[in-house]
T-cell receptor
Framework: RKEVEQDPGPFNVPEGATVAFNCTYSNSASQSFFWYRQDCRKEPKLLMSVYSSGNEDGRFTAQLNRASQYISLLIRDSKLSDSATYLCVVNKDSSASKIIFGSGTRLSIRP | NAGVTQTPKFQVLKTGQSMTLQCAQDMNHNSMYWYRQDPGMGLRLIYYSASEGTTDKGEVPNGYNVSRLNKREFSLRLESAAPSQTSVYFC????????????FGPGTRLLVL
């Protein structure tokens, strides 16, 4: 089992729709969690950190479920510009060497 | 403010050739990282440097060496390139070394024939 697992997709949804995807992690001691966005042939960029209490940034909401060991990303009122690959990132402990990237979920928004 | 820069952007090598990938950041970050990204796989950590003067192995260090030249620069060297090292290489930096936001360079696309 991979340490961080994501559904590779692609998720193909119409503009304006709400879409959500999850990321599961295997190490229950994991300490910090992030969502990064990666456009085609570009570098990853931080989308948002995921806090225990959940957090929201505009149309994006991230949540953490420690009991079930997953994090989620919800995108409301999706835009064409949201088309990208979304990477789940988990830090197993406080060491930089324990940062694990998921392989990403591809999202495609159609007009 | 350039952020993280990488050179070269593209490179084609023959098996057995050597090369150095350069990375520099102008954000005064303490930590720097080298990752490789292959299709269907997440970014995998090759080496990282938590601070100037220190380097540590990541998940996939075999076949690579690194040098933290100063606080700004962190280079990755392939001594004898192999086809299995064909990949996209990303350099990143962060203020700390505990999973804080990482800022990535644009990547180097390497093809080893």
């Amino acid at each position: 089992r991979k340490e961080v697992e994501q559904d590779p997709g692609p998720f193909n949804v119409p503009e304006g729709a709400t879409v959500a995807f999850n990321c599961t992690y295997s190490n229950s001691a994991s300490q910090s969690f992030f969502w990064y966005r990666q456009d085609c042939r570009k570098e990853p960029k931080l989308l948002m950190s995921v806090y225990s209490s959940g957090n929201e940034d505009g149309r994006f909401t991230a949540q953490l479920n420690r009991a079930s060991q997953y994090i989620s990303l919800l995108i409301r009122d999706s835009k064409l510009s949201d088309s990208a690959t979304y990477l789940c990132v988990v830090n197993k402990d406080s060491s930089a060497s324990k940062i694990i990237f998921g392989s990403g979920t591809r999202l495609s928004i159609r007009p | 403010n350039a952020g993280v820069t990488q050179t070269p952007k593209f490179q084609v090598l023959k098996t057995g050739q050597s090369m150095t990938l350069q990375c520099a950041q102008d954000m005064n970050h303490n930590s720097m990282y080298w990752y490789r990204q292959d299709p269907g796989m997440g970014l995998r950590l090759i080496y990282y440097s938590a601070s100037e003067g220190t380097t540590d192995k990541g998940e996939v260090p075999n076949g690579y060496n690194v040098s933290r030249l100063n606080k700004r620069e962190f280079s990755l060297r392939l001594e004898s390139a192999a086809p299995s090292q064909t990949s996209v290489y990303f350099c990143a930096s962060s203020d700390g070394g505990r999973g804080e936001t990482q800022y990535f360079g644009p990547g180097t696309r390497l093809l080893v024939l």
